[in-house]
């Protein structure tokens, strides 16, 4: 028991890789298909739809497996430069985590574009302050603000949503968890360390967001 | 195509038996899931703070461990606690909990802390107002929870309570690590034995889109008939 | 129809929580159903391979046992014999000294030697070694440094939970990433599409694998046996099941000696792969 704390901790360092990863290109994809749902391009506008829709609709396992397994499948990506990156099981993990949290982000950010007030953007517009300046100046920072609690919880469930992560190879928390259950039998104690482990991270997480809801708090 | 066929040669029909085991799984731990929070959203509201502690424990631990984690602390332990009882009891034979029970009850106690969640949240969310009101006509406490509280609390936690639903049915994709056939563990199977996992898995993903799309559609209606009169 | 009568059969079965096996003279034996030819799975779930028609001739043969074979995942196969959900292992399972710390087994039935394999057109394919080792006898450190030369920095995939993890992360053939698998299905996949370089299991279950996908998955280095590798493979039993060990080492004998052990042998593998 004792003996596998330290390849729990390791293990923990490649959740933690996968989860920081996965957010970062996943908010990158959050904030682009929010702002083309939101914008005039109705083929845009449709295609951001059905991405959201089908991210959302389906379990995350089965995006993970038609990426690592399915693709690669196909011969002809295989040969192609895409490969480089499918290859490794890594990859294959965070492509899927960040296409299905973007879709959950774009979700978010959406609902907060739309419900910026109209009067903060005429006020800005009356003072001839240009479209692009009005966009990463005013409507961002607010959309960010008002998003901080659902993203903060979206940080959390792709945490746990990493430990699919050991269904392709990758030894993360969960991976090796499972693998100590099964060599010694010991699934409760087990399931208390690693548990404590995601529970801590989570705790970690749900501080920051709130320290950063009372730095950016509307009120001062 | 020939692969989807109905059939001996094709894999259709497991996949459709596969998909109503699915469909079996979820329903089975949506209403465990009623079953605990029937318990464990009293406590949190409770003033007593151990209740609202022992509550919270619940809702945090569930909330913030990975479902897979849960799932493999209930299939590989799952067998030795009950076990363990019947040897108290004398039995020394191994008794086996079936994949079906250990999948319904692992998601189950993970959808239950998120509609404890819901239906704290729909309870708080009621007007005080409300409370005082009942109180003044003279009603029972029973009887202003049951016919005041209650159907409004429920017309606050419908849309929450869909949300649930939909994480709940996603989570059963994880229940195939436990070797349970539904349409996860069928398509594992279907894709390892034809070697076509691009085709199965793609499958897969439409038949849970056509899960979600459908129990969504009942559930905006069973909405709209608790907000009529709003 | 038939299914519909099965799902809700299984439904019905799923409401009683105990299924438990209290008849002593019907014994389960586990099998995998994902390592052909030694045990797999037919489309519509039946169990087939060497070892399910092994189990059936072996169960004949005990007259005081009926068998049921039921289905269990590779890496959880120890623990629940441990946990008496069966009583028996025949899948593919190598008796190792490793193993005998917690389970006991029959005889062997049969032969396993591992091999490393590759996709043809690899530069592992020229690699020279004499055409079979037994880690047991003699010394191999000249064929197991010409592996540690050639597998440097490469990717290994392995099924976890199995000798062929156990040898690579013995550091015999130094320092090579070793990438383990849920099952020998996807060890084979992911050979395939390129993302591993090698991959080592037994040697059957890539011909095997080869000859039934039409890739061209093939044998490289020399064929392993002894040390880790074990010597063949035999039925895991409880170790204080002493009795059951008896019957089943009667029932080989017997298998053996009709001949009856290496017809099945022949029909699965190709080759006569009894012993």
Known sequence: MTSSFPKLLSATLVTLKLVSASLLFGIFLGTLFAILRTGKNKFLKAFSYYYSYIFRGTPMLVQLFIIYFGLAQIEYLRSSFLWVVLKEPYWCAIIAFALNTGAYTSEIFRSAFETIDKGIIEAGKSLGIPNSKIFYKIKLPIVLRQSLPAYGNEMILMLKGTSLASTVTLMDLTGVAKFIISTTYKPVEIFIVAGSIYLLITFVIHNIIKFLEKKYSFNN | MELLKFGDSGWGDELFFATLMTLAVAITAMLIGFLFALIFTPLKISKNKTLNFISNFYTTVMRGVPELLVIYLFFFGGTAAVMYVAKIFGYDGYIEINAFVTGAFSIGIISGAYSTEVFRGAYLSIKRGQFEASKVLGLKTNVSFFKVIFPQMLRLAIPNITNVWQITLKDTALISVTGLVEIMRQSYIAAGSTRDPLLFYSVAAVLYLFLTFFSMKILNKLEVYYRRGY | ?275
């Open chain 3, 1 to 275: 129809m038939k299914g519909i009568k099965k799902l809700i059969l299984s439904i019905f079965a799923s409401l009683f929580l105990i299924s438990s096996n209290t008849y002593a003279d019907n014994i389960k034996i586990a099998t995998e159903g994902a390592y052909p030819p030694w045990n797999s799975k037919t489309s519509d779930g039946k169990l087939i391979g060497f070892e399910v028609d092994l189990a059936n001739i072996l169960c004949g043969y005990m007259k005081k046992h009926t068998c049921t074979i039921v289905e269990q995942d590779w890496d959880g196969m120890i623990p629940a014999l441990k946990a008496k959900k069966y009583d028996a292992i025949m899948a593919g399972m190598s008796i190792t000294d490793e193993r005998k710390k917690v389970i006991t087994f029959s005889q062997g039935y049969a032969d396993e030697v591992a091999s490393f394999a590759v996709m043809s057109g690899s530069n592992l394919e020229g690699i020279k070694t004499p055409v079979a080792i037994n880690l047991s006898k003699g010394s191999n450190s000249a064929t197991l440094n010409t592996l540690k030369k050639a597998l440097a920095g490469k990717t290994v995939g392995v099924q976890t939970a199995t000798i062929h993890q156990n040898f690579l992360e013995s550091g015999k053939v130094g320092k090579v990433n070793v990438r383990t698998y849920k099952t020998q299905d996807e060890v084979n996949l992911d050979l395939a599409a390129g993302r591993i370089d090698a991959a080592l299991a037994a040697a059957v279950a890539f011909t095997d694998y080869s000859k039934k996908s039409g890739k061209n998955v093939v044998l490289v280095g020399p064929t392993f046996a002894g040390g880790e590798f074990g010597n063949g493979v035999g039925v895991g039993i409880r170790q204080e099941d002493t009795g059951l060990v008896k019957d089943f080492n009667k029932a080989i004998n017997k298998a053996r000696r009709s001949g009856k052990l290496s017809e099945l042998a022949t029909i699965w593998f190709g080759f006569d792969a009894s012993m």
